[in-house]
Nanobody, 124 residues
Framework: QLRFVESGGGLVQPGGSLRLSCAASGFTLDYYVIGWFRQAPGKEREGVSC????????NYADSVKGRFTISRDNAKNTVYLQMNSLKPEDTAIYYC?????????????????WGQGTQVTVSS
């Protein structure tokens, strides 16, 4: 079972920024596609952004394009999600997840190892 340590969530005002981190524990991220997903109360889990194992390919949900940036530092065994211009509708628990293979769609059903999640709340 792969383990992740997620951090960086918190309370921020609309228009603010946060950077989430997903650090691998006990394994090497190099060979895994990593995704960030979120789930708001009463809603289904949705894909936010995913990145290929090399970092050369990324995709984003339409709702976050131009505001969020996913990146990875395989030397630090960590994937990041930089979130700018945050909106109240970005409020959710954010999870990172991993899967072997290539990046196709950023959908939760394709991922089989999950972190514990970190809460992001955007409110004035």
């Amino acid at each position: 079972q792969l383990r992740f340590v997620e951090s960086g969530g918190g309370l921020v005002q609309p228009g603010g920024s946060l950077r989430l981190s997903c650090a691998a524990s006990g394994f090497t991220l190099d060979y895994y596609v990593i995704g960030w997903f979120r789930q708001a109360p009463g809603k289904e889990r949705e894909g936010v952004s995913c990145i290929s194992s090399s970092g050369g390919r990324t995709n984003y949900a339409d709702s976050v394009k131009g505001r969020f940036t996913i990146s990875r530092d395989n030397a630090k065994n960590t994937v990041y999600l930089q979130m700018n211009s945050l909106k109240p509708e970005d409020t959710a628990i954010y999870y990172c997840a991993a899967k072997r293979g290539v990046l196709r769609l950023c959908v939760s059903a394709d991922f089989d190892s999950w972190g514990q999640g970190t809460q992001v709340t955007v409110s004035s």
